[in-house]
């Protein structure tokens, strides 16, 4: 589901002095009503192995992800209504900002969290925030029974939620001096960054602020891996896959709702879908904590692929790497 119209995007109607993403308020439909300074997280630069890139640094955002980012949108929208109760299922992140914008809006949220998969600090960190957990081995499935008679908050079906997503596009353009990257490479579970990344380029293309669209990178883990398996074989929707074991939990997503857009971005933009496996993850998130950049398996398969994608862009091209979530989550 999509919105199914915005407003254009008009620099001059930027709100310099808000440094959230609230700063782009005339280009989000959606009334504001609470925020706890979601968006304008830095644009770093960072060196590996003298490779130059900047760094997203989405994992600054209040609850520790990028889910804030369209939590906001959300639940804005959501609390214009006679609303009581939410729900959602979520491996961790999703939850926590969940739980955390409903407590800020007086709602309670109750969120399903797969049994096997789900780690432990990060549902600390549900109850922390105040939402009930529900432990289940099908979370899908229960809370889209569940959502019957309650309001599903969904971070994955929602475009509510897609829509605050476009606002990274319009930091990284503003942090780059109005200028877009050669490349962006997000990790893709759900894929909510991805397109909220190429969805705020091409508003800005459309604008005429922008003259082409970065080339948009998808990087999943080899554990569970359909958009790359969708890429490979050039399908319009990702294919069936089975999750095997991978150390970034974050995006152990084996039917990404929105696939089929993640796939079409990919061509649409000469960009590629690229895997990394559970070593290299290691590896890089060790690399990048020795930058100063505490940043949680999920976030450390886009340095993980860094040498795939400079294989392809080439060492001139301007890359950006979205880091989602932070590290500090595992080490509680």
């Known amino acids: 589901m999509d919105l199914a119209s915005l407003p254009a995007f008009d620099p001059k109607l930027i709100k310099r002095e808000d440094y959230s993403l609230w700063r ?21 630069p960072v060196e590996l192995d003298g490779d130059s890139v900047l760094a997203k640094l989405d994992y600054l955002n209040p609850t520790g992800s990028y889910k804030d980012r369209g939590t906001t949108t959300l639940m804005n929208h959501i609390a214009g209504f006679d609303v009581t109760e939410v729900i959602d299922n979520s491996s961790g992140n999703a939850g926590a900002s969940i739980a955390a914008y409903a407590s800020l809006a007086g709602i309670t949220a109750r969120i399903y969290v797969p049994t096997a998969t789900a780690v432990e600090s990060k549902k600390r960190l549900i109850g922390l925030f105040g939402g009930a957990i529900v432990e289940s081995q099908q979370p899908i499935d229960d809370v889209y029974a569940a959502a019957g008679s309650i309001t599903y908050a969904s971070h994955a079906w929602s475009p509510w939620f897609a829509l605050g997503q476009m606002t990274v596009a319009w930091e990284t353009w503003e942090q780059m001096g109005g200028r877009a990257p050669d490349a962006v490479a997000t990790p893709v579970g759900h894929g909510g960054l991805f397109l909220g990344f190429y969805r705020g380029f091409r508003a800005l293309q459309e604008a005429g602020l922008i003259e082409s669209m970065p080339r948009m990178i998808a990087v999943q883990s080899s554990g569970v891996d359909p958009i790359v398996q969708g890429w490979e074989q050039g399908l319009e929707s990702p ?14 997503v084996e039917a990404p709702v929105r696939g089929a857009q993640i796939l079409s971005a990919l061509y649409q933009t000469g960009g590629f879908a690229l895997r990394v496996d559970n070593e290299a993850i290691r590896t890089a998130q060790r690399r990048m904590a020795k930058k100063g950049l505490i940043i949680e398996m999920t976030s450390a398969v886009v340095a993980a692929a860094l040498p795939q994608i400079r294989r392809r862009t080439g060492g001139e091209a301007t890359v950006v790497l979205a880091f989602t979530g932070n590290g500090l989550k595992n080490l509680a």
């Open 24 to 44: 782009y308020s005339a280009m989000l439909p959606v009334q504001k009503r609470f925020s706890l300074g979601e968006g304008m997280t830095p644009l770093a």
């Open 239 to 252: 294919p069936a896959v089975s999750a095997r074991h991978s150390v970034a939990d974050g995006i152990l």
